[in-house]
């Protein structure tokens, strides 16, 4: 599954993990070594996250239940409490600076796509 910035028709990711059960959701990146430059986790519901035992920094864009970006987050380092949003529903941790790389910004729309995406299907 493909992330896509609606508003901008560009993808931010093009493989997304939906972590919706109590073990995923628990579990998150934990334990990672690091995260692949073209790889997100989605968490929901998920109002706030934290990035206590993480290894490395992420970006995370924090959605409301329509998967409009209510709040954003860059470089979040490891052992870190994130911020909470209002209307929080729930959170994409992307690789850190993906969030630059991409010009994700607040009030934007993403949609998730099912399958692999040629770039040049998007734009």
Request: glycine share 8%; net charge positive.
């Amino acid at each position: 599954m493909a992330v896509i910035n609606l508003d901008t028709n560009q993808i931010i990711v093009e493989e997304v993990t939906r972590a919706d059960k109590f073990w995923t959701r628990f579990k998150g990146l934990m334990g990672r070594k690091s995260i692949p430059d073209d790889f997100a986790l989605h968490i929901v519901p998920c109002p706030s996250i934290h990035t206590f035992f993480m290894k490395f920094p992420i970006d995370v864009l924090y959605l409301d239940q329509n998967n409009q970006v209510i709040g954003i987050e860059e470089n979040l380092q490891p052992g870190k409490l994130g911020k909470r949003f209002s209307g929080g529903h729930s959170v994409i941790e992307l690789p850190a600076g993906k969030v630059a790389q991409t010009e994700v910004a607040v009030g934007q729309t993403v949609v998730f796509v099912e399958g692999k995406l040629s770039r040049r299907a998007v734009k």
